[in-house]
Nanobody, 124 residues
Framework: QVQLVESGGGLVQAGGSLRLSCAASGRTFTNYVMGWFRQAPGKEREFVALIRWSGGSTYCADSVKGRFTISRDNAKNTVYLQMNSLKPEDTAVYYC?????????????????WGQGTQVTVSS
């Protein structure tokens, strides 16, 4: 059973930084694609970034390009989301997600496993 546990959320002022972590367990993740999504109150869950566990290729949403970076640590089975130059509109619950078939997808429906989420609040 795949388990994803996010951490690192919190309250930060606009312009600040946070690093989210997603600890993954229960499988060998070589063929997995890992994603970060976020959901603000009253809004749909939206794609933020993804990384292919094998090879490490990444893709980010236009809204976060140049500010957010996704990476992974194979030895720790952990995926990170480094968030810089945070804006109030980045405020949301951030979710880690995984799919085990290597599907590179920006849709929430492309992912089978989800973490519980971590709150990020950016004050103006």
């Amino acid at each position: 059973q795949v388990q994803l546990v996010e951490s690192g959320g919190g309250l930060v002022q606009a312009g600040g930084s946070l690093r989210l972590s997603c600890a993954a367990s229960g499988r060998t993740f070589t063929n997995y694609v890992m994603g970060w999504f976020r959901q603000a109150p009253g809004k749909e869950r939206e794609f933020v970034a993804l990384i292919r566990w094998s090879g490490g290729s990444t893709y980010c949403a236009d809204s976060v390009k140049g500010r957010f970076t996704i990476s992974r640590d194979n030895a720790k089975n952990t995926v990170y989301l480094q968030m810089n130059s945070l804006k109030p509109e980045d405020t949301a619950v951030y979710y880690c997600a995984a799919n085990g078939i290597g599907l590179v997808s920006t849709s929430r429906h492309g992912y089978d496993y989800w973490g519980q989420g971590t709150q990020v609040t950016v004050s103006s």
